[in-house]
């Protein structure tokens, strides 16, 4: 599903190599308003993040190629998008999981599978504030 962009909405990508997380966390986000890229790895989303400018960044973890800490480092590192937020996705609730995604720099971590309640809260609270690019 392609959407035209709209001034003054909120670009999120999600990154994520499962149609159904992609097409799921898409479907909640655009009923809420949200304008939403898709990738389906690490390297897929390097390849538009410059294109798309998302204001905020749904990353799996586990991913084939490139690993969602790979990919939220090098979004990290980018003086273009090292205040982007990122928040990990993943199956695994563990402590170890999330300590790594905040060195690699992630704002938060979503547990798989989430609700559209979860998704949007997690966008509410990590874009307050944000404006449209």
């Known amino acids: 599903?392609?959407?035209?962009?709209?001034?003054?909405?909120?670009k999120i990508m999600v990154i994520d190599d499962?149609?159904?997380?992609?097409?799921?966390?898409?479907?909640?986000?655009?009923?809420?308003?949200?304008?939403?890229?898709?990738?389906?790895d690490g390297f897929d989303a390097l390849a538009k993040i410059n294109d798309h400018h998302?204001?905020?960044i749904f990353c799996d973890i586990l991913m084939p190629r490139l690993d969602g800490y790979q990919t939220c480092a090098l979004?990290?590192?980018?003086?273009?998008?090292?205040a982007t937020p990122v928040l990990m996705l993943s199956s695994k609730d563990g402590l170890f999981d999330r300590a790594r995604g905040l060195?690699?720099?992630?704002?938060?971590y979503l547990t798989k599978p989430f609700s559209k309640d979860s998704l949007l809260s997690a966008v509410r609270e990590h874009t307050a504030g944000a404006d449209s690019k």
């Open 1 to 10: 599903m392609t959407t035209l962009p709209q001034p003054n909405v909120l």
């Open 18 to 40: 499962s149609s159904t997380i992609r097409r799921s966390a898409e479907i909640f986000l655009t009923q809420a308003g949200y304008q939403v890229v898709l990738a389906e």
């Open 103 to 108: 060195m690699v720099g992630s704002s938060a």
């Open 54 to 56: 998302p204001s905020l």
């Open 75 to 82: 979004i990290k590192r980018s003086a273009r998008f090292h």
